[in-house]
């Protein structure tokens, strides 16, 4: 997915930003230096850090100063939860690259994947209970909702009666949740209000299901180089997002044709036709209709805050993620 993102361009972003990647590196040294190396393994690798930068955003409404030290481990905490879900996705999805590099278990294994990912949340754990209850509560709730909204995936794969409320619960946990929180604690620690704090999270659960819904559509229309995997990967794998089950929910010898390929791993050939199938289908655009409405609702929210550059980057954030789709 393009990374570019008018958060990246808030003033003073890319000094704090420098200060969560000091603080990322730091956070994760052990007196053992296997496990520092495999757990530094993926933020060495780098990252577009979207969630840090959703929390350093937050605290920055109403103000154009630096965020605070708390502010920073607030947003490492949340990228800590991040990073250690993706090595147990990588076990899961016997991933073999991420980032450029090898995965934690292609390279050392998935023991090492599945404990070293268990770390960095545990990490994030104590970093989270060293700014409070209230956002060590959240960020566990968190790390709960990731866990509910994978399973949600998990247990409808290959299922061609899975339902849109399905899948838009499960995105909701497993991605949406961790930004909301991100953005939330971004506020909490940095002492908005608490109206302010809820409307912020809004926001920033909108830009989420954007964000989901994007990368879903991208797995459909953009091309093997530019994913770096085989376009219909999802489909492939039996997981049946938004594009698909909008296709499938049409009434049409299409539709029907895509209902009987579906519900058992593909061919290549198949693959291929199940791709022009939803391409050329109605499902894509009602997709797109559905993250358009999540762009307005974040946009609605934008409007409750206080003017400045954090509160115009936070507008422009969900709607920038759709226009990403034009160059593909």
């Known amino acids: 997915m393009n990374s570019t993102t008018p958060l990246f361009d808030l ?3 890319s000094a704090d930003r420098d200060r969560v990647e000091a603080a990322l590196r730091a956070s994760v040294q052990t007196s053992d230096a296997y496990l520092t190396e495999i757990a530094s393994h993926l933020i060495v690798a780098g990252g ?5 930068v959703l929390a350093l955003a937050a605290a920055q409404i ?12 607030g947003a490492i905490a949340c990228e800590l939860v991040h990073l250690g879900s993706l090595y147990h996705d990588d076990v899961m999805d016997e991933s073999t690259m991420r980032r450029g590099v090898e995965t934690v278990n292609a390279k050392w294994g998935n023991l090492q994947a599945i404990v070293a990912g268990d770390f960095l949340l545990a990490r994030a754990s104590e970093i989270a209970a060293s700014l409070g209850n209230e956002v060590s509560s959240l960020l566990a709730r968190t790390i709960g909702r990731l866990c509910e909204g994978q399973v949600e995936e998990l247990r409808h794969t290959y299922d061609r009666g899975r339902t849109v409320p399905s899948y838009l619960v499960s995105i909701q946990g497993k991605t949406a949740s961790l930004f909301a929180t991100s953005a939330r604690i971004g506020s909490l620690v940095a002492g908005h ?7 912020i999270t809004n926001i920033a659960d909108a830009y989420g299901m954007v964000f989901q819904i994007v990368d879903d559509v991208l797995d459909v229309v953009a091309s093997d180089e530019q994913l770096g995997k085989p376009a219909g990967h999802d489909m492939e794998e039996g997981v ?4 698909v089950l909008l296709t499938l929910a049409a009434d049409t010898a299409e539709s029907r044709e895509l209902y009987d390929m579906l519900g058992s791993p593909l061919t290549a050939k198949e693959r291929t036709k199940a791709l022009k199938i939803v391409r050329n289908g109605g499902g894509l655009a009602a997709a797109l209709d559905s993250a358009h409405n999540y ?3 974040a946009e609605a929210e934008c409007a409750k805050l206080p003017a400045g550059a954090a509160t115009d980057a936070l507008r422009r954030a969900p709607r920038a993620l759709l226009e990403s789709l034009v160059n593909v």
């Open 11 to 13: 003033p003073l972003m």
């Open 193 to 199: 209000s608490r109206t302010t704090t809820d409307t």
């Open 48 to 52: 577009k850090r979207l969630r840090p």
């Open 62 to 73: 109403g103000t154009d100063s630096l965020v605070s030290v708390e502010v920073v481990q």
């Open 240 to 243: 049946y997002t938004l594009p």
């Open 295 to 297: 762009v307005a609702l």
